[in-house]
């Protein structure tokens, strides 16, 4: 078990930090970067193609807990199931119908929330692409109640068996879309693709970027995980959803008070051309690295608990409505 040291006297593992690369995950990320250009792969990706690779490798090795090790398992079992071949003979729909169907096949696969947007080209990571129009973005949340023991291993595993969900859902979605014809991909973490979702997800309507760095969702909080199908099916997309939390951030510091290592900006901040709240990786990855994953800046804010965030959502709604 790790302490959590709120007078910021967190101090990385030094077999971790040998491992360190001369380098910095803020640069890679663009903090400060003035101009726009597309994310570069950072951490969570093959870790022979990333400058943090050996520190990514060693979370593995830290964290073999044998209930993480065994949700892992499961979801390698399961990662390994084939997609269904795509049929000859494409169903046709018009965009309302197509719609209406992904929606109700995505909550019956197990999504707690489904927006769809069209694809900016922008959201793929230097060097990918894909020969897609749409995505579908799935939220699956997690119990509140296993991640409120974040930092501890048990928070962890409750992220692994939802990225699990996720990619179930995903995968069962793309599957449905192949066996109709129509050329699909899912998409799931906790290794990034050839894209970051969290664009996506904004556009979708799954909430307001943080200042803990993560998606507020109107229902879940940040107590969600993502996971997303491309497609070129014609669909109706959904807006963003602006509901007060990204400004409610501005006066907040509920996460930033609870971060051990002090890695949450307070101001928002320049990376690749765009004003945004932004979590100093640089900061974050060591205590991150050693406890599974943490999860305390999602489950603390105030969004995340039940009720709580609920009647925050209905505050700021009224305070917009001048009541
Ligand atoms: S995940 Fe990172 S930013 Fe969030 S509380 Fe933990 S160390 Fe801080
Ligand atoms: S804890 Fe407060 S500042 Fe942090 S993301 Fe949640 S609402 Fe924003």
């Known amino acids: 078990m790790i302490a959590i040291m709120r007078d910021r006297t967190f101090t990385p593992d030094p077999e971790q930090m040998a491992l360190w690369p001369d380098a910095s995950g803020n640069q890679i990320n663009g903090l400060n970067e003035a101009g ?87 959201w793929f990571y230097e060097g990918y692409s894909a020969p897609f129009s749409h995505i579908i973005v799935l939220a699956i949340a997690m119990d509140y109640q296993n991640m409120k023991a974040a930092p501890e291993i048990s928070a962890g595993v409750e992220v692994v068996n939802k990225y699990t969900r996720g990619m179930q859902v995903s995968k069962n979605l793309a599957g449905f879309l192949l066996e109709q014809g129509h050329a699909a991909e899912p998409e799931f973490g906790p290794l990034a693709g050839p894209m970051t979702v969290i664009p996506a997800a904004l556009a979708a309507g799954m909430g307001e970027l943080g200042k803990h760095g993560s998606i507020i969702h109107r229902k879940f909080g940040s107590c969600f995980r993502l ?60 205590f991150f690295n050693e406890t599974a994953g943490c999860g305390i800046c999602v489950t603390v804010c105030p969004f995340s608990r039940p009720g709580v965030g609920d009647n925050l959502v209905a505050k700021l709604a009224r305070r917009r409505g001048g009541t």
């Open 227 to 286: 996971a997303a199908v491309l497609t070129s099916l014609p669909l109706e997309c959904d807006s963003p959803d602006d509901f007060g939390a990204a400004d409610f951030c501005a006066a907040c510091q509920v996460c930033s008070n609870a971060c051990p290592p002090d890695a949450i900006m307070p101001e928002r901040q320049i990376v690749r051309g765009v004003e945004k709240w932004y979590v100093n990786f640089d900061k974050c990855l060591p």
């Open 36 to 122: 726009f250009r597309r994310p570069r792969h950072v951490y969570w990706h093959d870790p022979d193609q990333i400058t943090f690779g050996q520190v990514q490798k060693w979370f593995y090795q830290k964290n073999a807990d044998p209930s993480l090790d065994e949700s892992r398992r499961e979801r390698a079992r399961l990662t390994a199931i084939p997609l269904p071949e795509q049929a000859a003979k494409a169903t046709s729909r018009s965009a309302t119908d197509w719609t209406a169907l992904i929606r109700e096949k995505a909550f019956a696969f197990g999504a707690s929330d489904v927006g769809i947007t069209r694809l900016d080209p922008n």
